[in-house]
């Protein structure tokens, strides 16, 4: 038994079967009768319970919920709290004592009858990990076994911060590995055009060759797949998993999206790159691009939200077979050059981590975008104000 449902839907049902079951605490389950307090101990319990979970297998603690060795007995509730403020309590407490932050904890009430509720706080497997309870003094990292949670000792600890290091390098060979196949043109659809723009949406999840997403639900869910820049587009299974692509030609498409089974996105974009300016010039149409990644980027999260992907999750951008390409922006000064040669073949630009569903993806591709304006000899993406908003709020035509 476990509760697998998105959390936002679980209800009481769920909280019953957990005791018809007798569905025993330890590895991925813990039931508490009350809610921590604002003891030193009652935090560092907290604390160090929800980071055990993260360094596992990840899991659930239920708050009122009354256990007998380990069973649940009776589903007490708590009564007299407000339960958005305790869950606010809650929150704050794992962002300010647990390095590095867990992302993709998530806390819901469930309500009972007379008044009282359930707080479930569900905790995902971290591959971010280790993670460390650092709160007063108290420095250390815990994670769990069917018989609870204990202290790592120093080859665990080793072999946690080698697994994330390994995870992190599995992301970066994918990327490598899918630029050299695209510039091969080994892609899922002939392209037109020798440039390409290739977005990458990869969780860091991706060394577990066991999990897979459902990749057959995405038919009915295509839409947050649209390739980029693009209004209509076809779509179809293959052996890697889910592709939707338009079609530029009888022969070509002009931009696809890859969604892979282990959850990961690629999307290449084959016109807006091979286009040329008034002097003759393979260009770089620097706002149209940034608005094409800022539309699609939001959708192709929802749509690996949807399938469980596992935060965090990295957003890599990467500009291939460009050829003397120049940065066309937007009202440039006029006392500089407003067009400056990019001075390499291709660009592989620095990754950014997404550790929220629901970040400021203006804020999360700005690192990105003044990667893109500094390799063309500007200091900084310059469609941004000073306080770090895209300054178009509408689609720009190119």
Not at 117 to 134: D, E, F, M
Not at 233 to 245: K, S
Not at 350 to 368: A, F, G, H, K
């Amino acid at each position: 038994m476990s509760l697998d449902a998105p959390l936002i839907i679980l209800t009481t049902d769920d909280l019953s079967a957990l005791q018809d079951n007798r569905v025993q605490e330890g590895k991925t389950f813990e039931y508490k009768r009350s809610l921590p307090g604002n003891s030193y101990e009652d935090k560092k319990e907290f604390l160090s319970d929800v980071s055990s979970f993260a360094n596992a297998s990840g899991g659930h603690i239920l708050y009122g919920i009354v256990e007998e060795e380990g069973i649940p007995a009776a589903i007490s509730g708590l009564g007299d709290i407000n339960s958005d403020t305790e869950i606010l309590r809650l929150e704050n407490l794992l962002r300010d004592c647990i390095q590095p932050r867990i992302p993709g904890v998530t806390i819901k009430a469930i309500s009972l009858p007379e008044s009282k509720v359930v707080i479930v706080v569900r905790v995902p497997k971290s591959w971010a990990q280790p993670h460390a309870v650092v709160f007063q003094g108290h420095w250390r990292f815990y994670s769990r076994t069917s018989a609870g949670k204990y202290p790592l000792d120093v080859p665990e600890l080793r072999a946690a911060f080698l697994l994330s290091e390994t995870a992190s390098e599995a992301i970066r060979f994918f990327r490598i590995e899918r630029l050299s196949v695209i510039s091969a043109e080994e892609t899922p659809v002939p392209l037109r055009g020798s440039a390409k723009l290739v977005l990458h949406v990869v969780p860091l999840s991706i060394l577990d060759r066991t999990t897979w997403v459902d990749v057959a639900s995405m038919g009915s869910h295509r839409s947050t797949l649209a390739p980029l820049g693009r209004p209509g587009f076809d779509h179809r299974f293959n052996l890697d998993g889910f592709l939707t692509y338009t079609r530029s030609s009888a022969d070509c498409a002009g931009s696809y999206v890859q969604l892979f089974r282990n959850g990961s996105i690629e999307a290449v974009e084959a016109s807006i790159l091979n286009s040329i300016d008034e002097e003759r010039f393979p260009r770089i149409p620097s706002t149209f691009l940034e608005q094409a990644l800022l539309d699609a980027l939001p959708r192709f999260i929802r749509a690996q939200q949807q399938l469980r992907v596992s935060i965090p999750l990295f957003v890599m951008l990467s500009l291939i077979g460009l050829d003397g390409h120049r940065l066309a922006v937007q009202n440039p000064p006029i006392l500089d050059p407003h067009r400056y040669v990019i001075d390499r073949k291709d660009l592989i630009l620095p990754e950014v981590l997404i550790d929220d569903y629901d970040s400021d993806w203006e804020r999360v591709m700005q690192p990105i975008f003044d990667a893109l304006w500094n390799a063309a000899g500007w200091p900084r993406c310059g469609d941004y104000t000073e306080d770090g908003k895209w300054k178009y709020a509408h689609s720009i035509q190119r």
